[in-house]
């Protein structure tokens, strides 16, 4: 199976602030300016910094309106005048998996400035983003970001409870389990399906589901990263390609 690229590729102080921002981290549809300029220079570092392979992040300005179609049932992206174009390359090994690690590490740095994005993967205008793609590379989401606006709702969307989505009960687990799985359930996913799924076995938390591979799972194994910062561990892909095994060496 092919290897973790991701394992030891964040720092443990980078983690330890991504980890710390997830509480406060929610989906801003209403932004009341833009970054500065210092904001964006960090923003910056930190897109090239985080860029696991097969994918690039490329911070961009935008008129909202042009770039982001309104669907029903939806709230409206409104105001945003810059986004993060997470653009994969589409021969590159696991490019969806590793464009939600290194997507919602932008999204937990955000957060962590105090900024307002969200993920948006349908409802938006491909032939809007104004950045040149080789012949491979194609545009999987964008990420607007800004200021939120004092309007704007830091509610998060219900969420399964945690026993929903283990195939054992996580009652049993130890800690450090049971706070990398929870740190996973109030994460965000494509129309909030959740769909992953839990088990453990042992020092080892399996993480699966449907649509495994897809960037809802490369944003679990980011939340995982973080709730593990500060414990010594391992990442695996599952023998039968479908899942990915973490374990805790602390354990061993």
């Not at 957060?111 to 793609?133: E, H, K, T, Y």
């Not at 399996?206 to 495994?212: A, M, Q, T, V």
């Not at 990263?225 to 892909?237: D, K, N, S, Y």
Request: net charge positive; aromatic share 10%.
């Amino acid at each position: 199976m092919p290897a973790c690229p991701w394992e030891g590729f964040f720092s443990p102080v980078w983690l330890k602030r991504w980890a710390d921002a997830i509480p406060s981290r929610f989906s801003c549809r209403r932004f009341s300016g833009p970054a500065t300029i210092d904001e964006q220079s960090a923003l910056a570092y930190t897109a090239a910094r985080v860029s696991l392979p097969g994918l690039r992040l490329a911070l961009l300005d935008c008129d909202g309106n042009e770039l982001f179609i309104p669907l029903l049932l939806f709230p409206r992206i409104e105001y945003a005048r810059q986004y993060v174009a997470v653009i994969i390359d589409s021969a590159a090994e696991n490019a969806q998996l590793h464009a939600g690690i290194s997507g919602e590490a932008m999204v937990l740095e955000l957060a962590a400035m105090g900024l307002g994005s969200c993920w948006v993967q349908g409802n938006f205008r491909r032939s809007a983003v104004d950045i040149p793609l080789s012949p491979a590379e194609r545009i999987l989401a964008v990420i607007p970001y800004g200021h939120p606006s004092q309007k704007e709702t830091r509610e998060r969307r219900s969420r399964k409870p945690l026993r929903a989505l283990c195939l054992d009960k996580p009652e049993g687990w130890p800690n450090w389990a049971f706070q990398a799985a929870e740190a996973v359930r109030v994460a965000p996913s494509a129309v909030n399906s959740q769909p992953w799924r839990f088990s453990r076995s042992g020092n080892t938390l399996r993480l699966s589901g449907r649509g495994f591979g897809n960037v809802n799972y490369g944003i679990a194994a980011l939340h995982m990263e973080c709730a593990m910062h500060a414990l010594p561990h391992a990442w695996r892909f599952s023998s039968d390609g479908k899942g990915l095994l973490l374990t805790n060496k602390e354990d061993t």
